[in-house]
């Protein structure tokens, strides 16, 4: 027996044994253990963002679900799945919908002033007679979607994929239409007064009776 553990023994019998020191952690270990904390915790919910709401007024917004005419003003939608939605009515202003999937989706008379729908996929959508006001469709994707009538005063439609597209009657006044791309569609009647169409494509476009339309296209 060493001389240490001797004595310690000793200091043990007369009750004077010193206290053991708690054991020190890297900084290593106590980072894998906070780690493990947050795990166990959830992820951290950062932003300030609002919850995504998929359910209104007894409706569950999902693909091919019919609910007409909810209100849904300013709810954030982002990346939501609307394949084929009837939504036809809604109120949307200022909604979140940027990269929903609103593929054969039913806007008509939809109100989406302000909306968000920045790389948002609307092929196929139906957007007749819908207010778009001010709406943000850069990037989106609407190839065969229908706008007739739609009014997109100032609306942002820069780089759009929107061949083969209906605008007809529709109101592009003050519209932001650089890069996009709208071949073979029908701009019959369209009204792009003060629109933006720098390094815009309307190949083969249909533009009889369109105000303010490019020419020699």
């Given at each position: ?21 708690a ?7 106590a980072?894998?253990?906070?780690a ?12 300030g ?6 359910a209104?007024?007894?409706?569950t ?11 849904l ?7 939501l ?5 009837d ?14 999937d609103?593929?054969?989706a039913d ?8 909306a ?32 007739t ?6 609306a942002n ?11 007809s009657?529709?109101?592009?006044e003050?519209a ?6 709208m ?5 019959s009647?369209?009204?792009?007064e003060?629109?933006?169409?720098r390094f815009a494509?309307?190949?083969?476009a ?12």
């Open positions: 027996m060493s001389r240490i553990t001797a004595a310690l023994l000793a200091l043990s019998l007369w009750g004077l044994a010193p206290v053991p020191f054991p020190l952690f890297s900084a290593g270990a980072e894998v253990e906070n493990a904390l947050d795990d166990a915790a959830g992820p951290l919910v950062g932003g963002e609002e919850e995504r709401t998929t209104v007024a007894g409706c917004l999902a693909p091919k679900s019919v609910c007409p005419n909810l209100d003003r300013h709810r954030n939608l982002r990346g799945g609307l394949a084929g939605a939504l036809h009515g809604a109120n949307l202003m200022r909604a979140d919908l940027r990269n929903a609103l593929r054969g806007l008509r008379g939809a109100i989406l002033d302000g968000d729908l920045r790389t948002a996929f609307l092929q196929g959508a139906k957007l007749s007679g819908a207010r778009m006001r001010g709406a943000n469709l850069e990037f989106a994707r609407a190839t065969g979607a229908d706008f009538g739609t009014d997109l005063t100032a439609l820069e780089a759009i994929r929107a061949d083969k597209i209906d605008l009657g529709a109101n592009l003050g932001n239409l650089q890069e996009a791309k071949s073979l569609s029908n701009l009647g369209v009204n792009m003060g629109a933006k169409i494509i309307f190949q083969d249909l533009m009889t009776g369109c105000t303010a339309c490019p020419t020699g296209w």
